[in-house]
């Protein structure tokens, strides 16, 4: 390999009709480069090198061989064989990559090869050695190319009736980030280089990652869907003394488990933050300074409660090591019921196939599979009870916290019945078993909250019965089931009960085309009341 590369390269001008060939004998030896490195010299590394180089900056400069040749799979492939040699031609790759990103046409817009070299680039797939040598460059790109940039004159739509029609903004246009030929679906952390950034130069990339989602979430705030949204101002007491604001909703909060529609591009890199984190946090050390670095500097910087709804998961998953640094956020009444919402839906969370990336969906079904996701069906609200039972670092804190909640929920019924079923201290364990040790423990609500808590009970009763009610008419009508008068008559004299309130799940001409059909005979005193 080593004395073919090199002469190879010595003779490049005399075998220019020969591309196609070497192309591809350059695309097998870089298997040796991948898999069996140590075996590699370095003057076979530099020659492939200068190769792959030469024909890669004739692709950008439109060399007619190249400009029609077909094979879109080589060109990319030599593209991430180039990145491959970042750590022997940094400096020439930092200026090449930065040259095709200035190659834009009249509308602002990459064109041709120089949008394939900076798509990659920016992409999650092999080009780790890219990111560990030019950090610096790839985020100044993606800053420029991820966000949207209005073109400095509003392009013109003059018509036959002599006037403009305004710009139709779509929910798409309200994250501030570009349409111009990015493609971020299906989310994932291969769609960006992000969590390779994370990897390798993880303060670069926490920094990055919370510019432009503070970039993002300002873009949201300004336009209208922010009002349609109802999106909110929370005001973050920080563990230093001081206040940070942060923009949040419903939609921002669950945005990084994509049961919500944001941007493709926004849960990219929520989900790629969210699984840095898990790999920080699983290990069990004395002080995690890291997490605990990266947890205060996103609380004091980010104004995203995209953001803490990361750093939220992540304390439910791994709670011990974060400490007190996780205080600021325990102390917002949103934040537990926007979590508790994000619970319920974690059931409608999907892992899309990727066709471009395929084994992109089974790690996609995984990591949405993750225990802590689906173990406390009512979200942080559920675990910070067992917070208390099972680790206790934070009990004496959480307790004011508690306490101040009960102060300022005014009369708001069900908000203290959250806060009830959260403190430890509201709690009375009963002995089931005293050979064996079993107990369970119950909540002691106050009478106000006890009543309310009856009275839903009873709703939900019926609410239950209606629907398991429903269900077997529905089981009859369609032969499912064979319905006997007994049973039916059970249904219809439970439905036309004046104490029961109207439910979703009352199925009156289901339930009077069976009396019709199957009793009407046994029971005409029944169709006389049904007036048939």
């Not at 009736?161 to 903004?169: A, L, T, V, Y």
């Not at 995690?288 to 750093?311: D, F, G, P, Q, R």
């Not at 934070?394 to 009960?406: A, P, S, T, V």
């Amino acid at each position: 390999w080593e004395e073919i590369l090199n002469f190879l390269v010595l003779h490049i001008p005399k075998i220019e009709n020969l591309r196609k060939s070497i192309s591809n004998l350059l695309l097998d030896w870089e298997y040796k480069y991948l898999f069996q490195f140590e075996h590699c010299s370095s003057r076979e590394i530099a020659a492939a090198n200068i190769l792959t180089f030469h024909y890669v900056e004739e692709m950008a400069n439109n060399v007619k061989h190249w400009y029609s040749f077909r094979n879109d799979n080589v060109k990319t492939n030599l593209v991430y064989m180039l990145f491959g040699f970042a750590p022997y031609c940094s400096e020439k790759l930092k200026d090449f990559i930065e040259n095709c990103a200035t190659k834009t046409n009249e509308y602002g817009r990459l064109d041709g090869f120089n949008s394939l070299v900076i798509k990659k680039a920016l992409g999650g797939v092999r080009n780790r050695k890219l990111i560990i040598e030019l950090p610096e460059t790839i985020i100044k790109i993606a800053n420029v190319y991820w966000k949207h940039t209005p073109p400095i004159e509003k392009p013109q739509r003059d018509n036959r009736f002599g006037f403009n029609f305004p710009e139709n903004k779509e929910r798409e246009d309200a994250w501030g980030i570009t349409k111009n030929g990015f493609d971020f679906f299906p989310s994932g952390i291969y769609k960006t280089f992000v969590f390779s950034l994370l990897q390798n130069h993880p303060s670069k990339a926490i920094i990055f990652i919370c510019n432009f989602t503070n970039y993002i979430t300002t873009s949201y705030n300004e336009s209208d869907y922010s009002v349609k949204d109802e999106l909110k101002e929370i005001k973050l007491n920080l563990n230093n003394g001081k206040e940070n604001i942060q923009y949040g909703n419903e939609y921002l909060w669950n945005a990084y488990r994509g049961t919500t529609v944001t941007h493709y591009l926004l849960e990219s890199i929520l989900i790629s933050l969210e699984k840095s984190l898990l790999d920080i946090a699983q290990f069990d050390i004395p002080e995690n300074k890291l997490l605990k670095y990266i947890t205060t500097y996103l609380l004091e910087n980010s104004n995203s409660v995209a953001i803490t709804s990361v750093i939220t998961s992540v304390f439910i998953a791994h709670p011990k090591p974060f400490e007190d640094t996780i205080l600021p956020l325990l102390k917002i009444r949103e934040f537990y019921e926007w979590d508790f919402h994000r619970a319920t839906r974690e059931m409608s969370s999907m892992a899309i196939y990727d066709d471009k990336i395929p084994s992109a969906q089974k790690e996609k079904g995984q990591f949405n599979n993750l225990p802590h996701r689906k173990k406390y069906l009512r979200g942080l609200r559920e675990f910070i009870l067992h917070y208390q039972l099972e680790v206790g670092l934070l009990n004496e804190k959480l307790l004011e916290i508690f306490d101040q909640f009960y102060t300022s929920c005014g009369n708001d019924i069900f908000w203290k019945k959250a806060i009830n079923e959260m403190d430890i201290r509201k709690y009375k364990a009963s002995i089931l078993d005293k050979e064996k040790g079993v107990f369970q423990l119950e909540v002691n609500y106050p009478k106000p909250v006890q009543k309310a808590v009856e009275n839903f009970t009873l709703e939900r009763k019926y609410e239950e019965s209606s629907l398991n009610y429903s269900h077997i008419l529905r089981q009859a009508k369609e032969g499912k089931h064979n319905i006997l008068f007994d049973e039916w008559n059970k249904i219809f004299n439970y439905f036309s009960s004046n104490g029961l309130n109207k439910t979703m799940w009352d199925s009156p001409v289901t339930l009077s085309v069976l009396g019709l059909n199957l009793f009407y005979e046994n029971n005409k005193h029944w169709a006389g009341v049904a007036g048939v």
